[in-house]
């Protein structure tokens, strides 16, 4: 088991290192951002208001989609608001030092660039499947979009790898620190905790993704408030810290941390890594991913659901991480040791606030953020499964999904989190390939949508106007779907 462990390691240092990962997935959101103006600055205010506000594109059929942009939203948000908020940013700064938090930063700042385009493609050439539901991402827009057979085998790696992470970024890991905390916090042993939460995953995935869109809908935002909401408490009660936490941030960014605490000092070298490891783990741009669900959403163009998307990874990165990375550094509790990472937030917490009750909170805010990316996880799971396998084996990746949910709770999953971070880079290397080699369709139809409806304010009608005979017009797609699906 250690040699296996050593070989992961080896791996993943490879994958997640200066020369493949790294460059690939920062050059590839710079790319994105340079192709599309930067789109995630100057569209940002609208974005928010059509995700948050508006919710759902007047006039658009339920044909024209399985749930509401809204709903898509929080789906993708709950797969990715996880663990790797409170526990993957402790481990980035107790080994990366606080300049890990700014290379997570640009990590979410480029990773918006891609989020659009993932999602922006996974509505342009989405399918309906044998059932009639809507499904699409980078399993069909890496095949149809660039064509031939290397299309063909970026997909299928894609697929394979997608499900193969699901059972541990969308699961163990995120089970085990839920399990871990709440005996820690409330005594609950492992095994009912487990027991539990299989029932209550097994009852919720066998509706599917409405099902999954419904639960999400009424429970992400409670959980972003109450964390986000204690956070900004704890900050204000430790307002003269935040200048200094922030000049550590991006000094020690450019060069590296020396040892304090239980902290054993880090090069910048380090800190570009564990910042964008645990950031893409966090926000998940560019793994195609949370583009799974931005297929199922009820939207009139692509360009909408890309914006719609490209709020998450904000939300994510430029809010939540935020603030568990700020509240670790403020209290100095970052350097307590990549060993003690699960607890570090928690501690935090406790000394930021000054009182011995704040793990409960953290432990509160960890069981919503971790079983919600359990619900969204297993969605891209079966999705990715159907490609593969076909509609019947949907259901029993389901009910085993479910299983797997009761053995992270119970078994100790240290080796699972490096399998996480290499089985992460697995996905998003086929889907950043395909970025890039589609970011010319990605840049010219985002172009001439927003020529003609650069607020975002257009309604479907009005939008089947300017998109007559161009390419990515809903009802154009559909209509060729539709025809493929009666000829199955």
Same mark, same amino acid.
């Given at each position: 088991?250690?040699?296996?462990?050593?070989?992961?390691?080896?791996?993943?240092?490879?994958?997640?290192?200066p020369f493949f990962l790294i460059p690939l997935l920062l050059g590839t959101g710079l790319w994105l951002t340079i192709r599309l103006s930067g789109l995630q600055f100057r569209k940002l205010g609208s974005a928010l208001r059509l995700a948050l506000i508006d919710r759902s594109d007047e006039g658009v059929e339920s044909d024209h989609g399985d749930i509401s942009q809204y709903q898509a939203l929080t789906t993708a948000l709950a797969a990715t608001v996880g663990t790797g908020n409170i526990v993957g940013v402790a481990t980035a700064l107790s080994v990366g030092g606080p300049g890990a938090l700014f290379w997570m930063w640009v990590t979410g700042l480029l990773g918006m660039a891609s989020k659009y385009s993932e999602a922006f493609l996974a509505v342009r050439f989405r399918h309906r499947d044998v059932s009639g539901e809507v499904t699409g991402g980078p399993q069909y827009y890496l095949k149809d979009g660039i064509g031939g057979k290397f299309g063909t085998f970026l997909a299928t790696f894609f697929s394979i790898a997608a499900v193969i992470a699901t059972f541990g970024i969308g699961n163990g890991t995120q089970a085990n620190s839920i399990a871990g905390n709440v005996e820690n916090s409330f005594g609950v042993p492992t095994w009912i905790t487990g027991v539990v939460m299989t029932i209550i995953t097994l009852v919720v995935l066998v509706g599917g993704i409405k099902s999954i869109g419904r639960v999400t809908a009424a429970f992400v935002p409670v959980m972003i408030i109450l964390y986000v909401g204690v956070s900004l408490v704890l900050l204000?009660?430790?307002?003269?810290?935040?200048?200094?936490?922030? @000049?550590?941030?991006?000094?020690?960014? %450019?060069?590296?941390s020396a040892a304090t605490g239980g902290f054993i000092g880090s090069t910048i070298m380090i800190a570009v890594q564990m910042g964008v490891a645990r950031g893409i783990f966090s926000n998940e741009s560019g793994m195609g991913s949370a583009a799974i669900a931005a297929a199922a959403a009820k939207t009139s163009h692509p360009a909408r659901q890309g914006l719609v998307s490209m709020t998450q990874t904000f939300i994510d990165t430029i809010i939540v991480v935020t603030m568990t990375g700020l509240v670790l550094v403020i209290t100095g509790q970052w350097a307590g040791g990549k060993a003690n990472a699960s607890i570090l937030t928690s501690k935090a917490f406790d000394a930021g606030l000054g009182v011995s009750w704040g793990h409960y909170i953290v432990t509160i805010a960890l069981v919503m953020f971790a079983y919600s990316t359990i619900l969204?996880?297993?969605?891209?799971? @079966?999705?990715?499964?159907?490609?593969? %396998?076909?509609?019947?084996?949907?259901?029993?990746y389901r009910v085993v999904f479910s299983l797997i949910v009761y053995v992270g709770c119970v078994t100790s999953l240290d080796v699972v989190w490096t399998f996480s971070d290499l089985a992460n880079g697995l996905m998003a290397a086929p889907n950043l390939i395909g970025l890039l080699i589609m970011s010319g369709l990605i840049a010219r139809e985002t172009k001439y949508y927003l020529d003609h409806d650069p607020?975002?304010?257009?309604?479907?009608?009005?939008v089947d106007d300017f998109m007559v005979g161009r390419p990515g017009a809903i009802d154009a797609h559909w209509d060729a779907v539709k025809h493929e699906s009666n000829h199955r």
């Open positions: 088991m250690d040699a296996f462990s050593d070989f992961l390691s080896t791996l993943d240092s490879f994958v997640w290192g204000g009660m430790n307002l003269p810290a935040i200048p200094g936490a922030f @000049e550590q941030v991006f000094s020690q960014a %450019f060069t590296g969204g996880w297993c969605y891209y799971g @079966e999705r990715n499964i159907e490609k593969l %396998f076909g509609r019947r084996f949907v259901m029993p607020h975002l304010r257009a309604n479907k009608d009005q």
